[in-house]
């Protein structure tokens, strides 16, 4: 987009992805400054924080459809039993993750480790895919198997492109 105001053209494409810049134009000569933040390129959030969960299984979405890289910061505690993490993924085009019908398991092929799991006690691990990601939803499952609903876990992520 150009602003005849400052003689400046606005945005390019580069490899698909939206990067922001700056070309301004004084005295004829032009000059490109990129226009960009880590705000502009990541996402991080807390998919969960859970305290004494009831024994279930949860499932938490990451819509990877325009992010390319995951990394997954686990910390996982139980006074007895079990808590348990896999990751699965799909290349199904749904709206949202709950909205996904083909789910497979990921963990192996993606962290050569079949899950992440606390056994009476405490487990913490962080799970990198740092190669571009080939699915459109990965799906964190926690399955918690205390006994007396003593499962903890957190779960930190960062998408970025």
Request: net charge negative; aromatic share 8%; with cysteine.
């Amino acid at each position: 987009m150009r602003d005849p105001e400052k003689n400046i053209i606005q945005g390019v494409t580069s490899g698909g992805v939206a990067v922001p810049v700056t070309v301004e134009v004084t005295d004829g000569v032009a000059g490109l400054t990129v226009v960009s933040t880590d705000e502009d390129k990541t996402n991080q959030t807390v998919l969960a924080d859970v305290t004494n969960g009831p024994d279930a299984t949860y499932n938490y979405y990451l819509d990877m459809r325009t992010y390319h890289y995951c990394s997954l910061h686990l910390v996982l505690n139980c006074a007895a039993g079990t808590v348990t993490v896999t990751m699965d993924g799909t290349a199904e085009d749904a709206a949202t993750g709950a909205a996904v019908t083909d789910w497979h398991d990921v963990t192996t092929s993606l962290f050569g480790v079949a899950n992440l799991q606390a056994a009476a006690g405490a487990a913490a691990d962080i799970w990198c895919i740092d190669t571009p990601c080939p699915f459109t939803w990965l799906r964190v499952q926690v399955v918690a198997n205390t006994g007396a609903g003593t499962g903890d876990w957190t779960l930190h992520q960062k998408r970025s492109f």
